[in-house]
């Protein structure tokens, strides 16, 4: 389906071909549970594909998605830059090693200090708002600057993920350009690059490229740009009715758009910015049932984790498969799969067909790469777990479980 990467399913092959003959539950005994895995072929696959599918196009990495620095390094070596959205992320990928000419920041509501310290690394600042980039221009008059604006365009999986159009809280409006014209000119700034970003989670080409046809009329209103940013948000299919966003088929669609605008600018760099698409399907999280309730109305399928471990299911109402890897053949059930924190929304999935659950059974839930461990807490002292990267010489650690003794101080 759609490329998809299925991770840890009975065994694990590397890039060589080489089996490495751990079961999920060798995993669970040798990690602990719950866990998280990654698959680096896959990681490396999706980058390829990506860079393949628009060769002349800077790709930047959305980090938000999943900044473990083993990950990071992996995308690094495939040739990818970094999209941060805080002083933080800029900080990781310089550690990382990403060069500064490879990261665009594009954070929104910053202080002045954030945008002095992201300035002091070197990074490009691109603001987003009218009120940002006066702050900007008084504190680095005669400098150049990024202007990210809402496209008037609005995708998304979620409304909470939809960052285009009047409800977005993000960039500066269409009938507000006049208007950064005349702030930058008043500080001397140089606008030398445009930014949007419609939402999270988008499925559709057609709707991607509108928003592109729109970004690229803009930018029309200005000279001398270095970059004009498409933003991210290529979306991945969840659900077994669904396809991964189609970046084949978005390089071979947008070209001839490219190629035109190139003609009048061609010293111009296009960039996208795809977080989810590239890291979600690689990632896999391990729970263990550890208690089974079969009531009246429904069957609640308790684990050891939770919402503080992979937080889209009670926050975006998301759909991920739940595959029970410890006895895939038992008859199907129809349950909710619980977690462990003491919430009513603790739910991975309700009214879900599962290989029947018992206790000590192990739950592979898929697709969990990006917006899983980046958002995890460790919400009711529970502390968060392992992540364990699959490379070709076996699985690794790439970060420790969280101790115990760290959240309770």
């Known amino acids: 389906m759609g490329g998809r990467i299925a991770t840890y399913p009975r065994h694990v092959g590397d ?10 539950a060798d995993l669970i005994d040798r990690f602990g549970s719950p866990l998280y895995v990654y698959e680096e072929a896959g990681l490396r696959s999706r980058c390829r594909q990506l860079v393949a599918a628009l060769p002349s196009c800077a790709l930047l990495y959305a980090m938000k998605a999943n900044a473990n620095p083993s990950l990071l ?30 990261i665009s920041y594009n954070g929104n509501n910053v202080t002045d200090e954030e945008m002095g310290a992201v ?8 603001v987003d708002s009218l009120s940002q980039l006066e702050r900007y221009g008084r504190l680095f008059p005669g400098t150049d600057v990024g202007l990210r604006l809402n496209p ?11 960052t285009g159009g009047p409800e977005a809280k993000f960039g500066v409006d269409h009938e507000d350009i006049e208007a950064a014209h005349c702030i930058a000119s008043r500080h001397g700034l140089i606008i030398s690059g445009l930014h949007q970003h419609v939402g999270s989670g988008i499925l559709e080409v057609d709707r991607f490229v509108s928003a592109m ?4 009329k803009v930018a029309e209103r200005f000279s001398g740009l270095r970059f ?49 698409w590239i890291i979600a399907p690689c990632g896999t999280l391990y729970v ?16 050891d984790s939770g919402l503080n471990h992979l937080l889209r299911p009670a926050l975006y109402g998301s759909w991920h498969a739940i595959e029970n890897v410890s006895r895939p053949d038992a008859p199907a059930e129809t349950v909710a799969v619980a977690g462990n924190i003491c919430e ?34 460790s919400y009711n002292l529970r502390p968060r777990p392992a992540e364990v990267l699959v490379r070709p010489g076996g699985p690794q650690v790439i970060r420790e479980r969280e101790p115990l003794d760290a959240i309770n101080h």
């Open 15 to 24: 890039r060589a071909g080489t089996i490495h003959p751990m079961t999920a």
């Open 73 to 102: 390094s992996v995308i690094r070596e495939e040739g990818l830059g970094i999209d941060a959205v805080s002083i933080g992320e800029v900080m990781r990928a310089r550690r990382v090693g990403f060069a500064t000419e490879q």
């Open 119 to 126: 300035r002091e690394l070197g990074v490009h600042v691109t």
């Open 152 to 162: 008037d365009i609005g995708e998304g999986h979620h409304d909470h993920v939809i």
């Open 213 to 216: 046809e729109v970004m690229l």
């Open 228 to 276: 004009v940013d498409f933003g991210g948000g290529f979306g991945v299919g969840y659900k077994p009715d669904e396809e991964d966003f189609d970046v084949a088929k978005l390089g071979a669609e947008v070209s001839h758009l490219l190629a035109r605008f190139r003609a009048k600018e061609p010293d111009v760099v296009f960039r996208f910015e795809p977080g989810r």
């Open 288 to 303: 263990t049932v550890t208690s089974v309730k079969r009531g009246k109305r429904h069957t609640f399928v308790g684990t």
């Open 344 to 377: 009513s929304g603790d739910l991975f999935c309700k009214g879900r067909a599962v290989p029947k659950p018992e206790e000590g059974d192990v739950l592979a839930i898929r697709d969990v790469g990006a917006y899983g461990w980046s958002m995890a807490s």
